[in-house]
Structures are given as C-alpha cells and as structure tokens.
C-alpha cells in the first residue's frame, strides 16, 4: 500500500482530536478526567510521521517504519487509564515507538524509563518530547527484559506490543507493591492483563479487556507441540 493510499484532506487538528476524544476514546470505557485531559493537551500529530499526519487522529494502528505501527489512539488512551498513575510514581515502558504513549505517560507521573530497539526510531522520539515540552523521560535502547537498569525498581510498567506470556524477571524490577500491564496471548485471543504485586513478593493477574494489537520484540513465544 503506498503512502498515497493513506492521503486525506487537511483537518484542524483541535477539531480531530475533540473528534478523537468524543467518538473513539470515551465510547472504549476511557472517562478519567485527567487521562482526557493529557490526551487533549497533547497534539497527536507531531509524534506520527509526516506522510500520515492526516491521520493523525483516525482509529487505525500507524505505520513508523521497520514494520511497526504506532496503536490506535483508543487503545494508548486505555492503557493509560488503567495504568492508573500518580504524580509522585516512576514507569518503566518498553517499546517506545514514535513516543506518543511516552509522552502521555510522562505527564501523569514523575518519571519515564522507555527502552526501544529500533535505534533510529530513538533521537525522533527524543526530539517530539523535546518539542512537547517534556523533559522528564529517558530513552533507552534495548527490547525484551533488561538485565539491569540503574532506575529500577518502578512502581508501574507497561508493554506496548503484545507477549505470549510476561517473563517473572520482569516483575523482579517492580517495586514490591508494583504493577504491570500488558497484552497477553496469541491472534486472535489477546488479553490486556494487569499484574499486581504484594508486599510479601506474590502476584496476582486481572484481565481488563480484550484486544489484539502487535508483537513485542525480543520476548520469547510459547513453544509449539507437534505430534
């Protein structure tokens, strides 16, 4: 599909994303008036690449290059809201992507440790929080499970694309009361589980919705039984 086939006429963006907000993200269940609030402040269109800045705000996965897509807006909107941050907490996000969900998580909480394998994907992300005023993230390269990071432990994670199963060494850089959130499962089952841990250093797994949406790299899949 070319670049062509995506062309849409010019929109005001401020007209998009109310459009945005209003059609897709409070009909997906998303009615926190502070995630509503972040979603308007940020201008979607300056994390996506300029060919598909028409679209911006439309309800489709995203095209960033090296095969990947930035998530529907409803979908970053949700994950957002049932991250459930607080001022005062830190993230750690792996998959940074074009760095929209950066971004938004960096305005509801003190501090974001994004890891991101596709190097060049790196210094573009950098320079739209830069030109988003957000100066509270650092960028990382790196994908699947960190074998160390100098800012762990985190009080909330997330995973931007999809894993067959969360690894327990993930849940070792969560602080002992902290929380994880990723979608789980194979297509066409794919669940966005939240995985709270105890003080006492046990765990337990809620599923909040269904959805299906890319792989994560570097995270190893379930073994395949063939008789």
């Known amino acids: 599909m070319t670049d062509s086939m995506y062309s849409l006429p010019t929109m005001n963006p401020q007209v998009a994303r109310f459009n945005m907000i209003e059609?897709?993200?409070?009909?997906?269940?998303?009615?926190?008036?502070?995630v509503l609030a972040r979603l308007d402040r940020l201008d979607r269109q300056d994390f996506v690449p300029a060919a598909y800045e028409s679209l911006a705000?439309?309800?489709?996965?995203?095209p960033i290059g090296h095969g990947e897509h930035m998530l529907a807006p409803r979908v970053d909107a949700r994950l957002l809201q049932d991250l459930a941050l607080q001022p005062h907490e830190t993230v750690l996000e792996i998959g940074t992507g074009s760095g929209y969900l950066t971004a938004l998580l960096a305005l509801?909480?003190?501090h974001v440790t994004s890891l991101e394998c596709q190097t060049d994907f790196i210094p573009a992300a950098r320079q739209r929080l830069e030109h988003a005023g957000i100066s509270n993230v650092d960028i990382?390269?790196?994908?699947?499970?960190?074998?160390?990071?100098t800012q762990?432990?985190?009080?909330?994670?997330?995973?931007?694309?999809?894993?067959?199963?969360?690894?327990?060494?993930?849940?070792k850089l969560l602080k002992p009361t902290g929380r994880l959130l990723a979608v789980v499962g194979e297509e066409p089952v794919m669940q966005t589980t939240l995985i709270q841990r105890h003080a006492d250093g046990s765990?337990?797994?809620?599923?909040?919705?269904?959805?299906?949406?890319?792989?994560?790299h570097g995270f190893t899949e379930n073994s395949a039984f063939h008789f």
């Open 152 to 171: 762990a432990p985190f009080d909330a994670m997330v995973l931007t694309g999809s894993v067959a199963f969360v690894p327990a060494s993930l849940l």
């Open 203 to 216: 765990s337990h797994a809620r599923v909040l919705w269904d959805v299906v949406i890319p792989r994560l």
């Open 23 to 34: 059609q897709q993200i409070r009909t997906w269940e998303v009615l926190d008036k502070q």
């Open 140 to 149: 990382l390269h790196g994908q699947g499970v960190p074998s160390s990071l």
């Open 108 to 110: 509801s909480c003190a």
């Open 57 to 62: 705000y439309s309800d489709i996965e995203i």
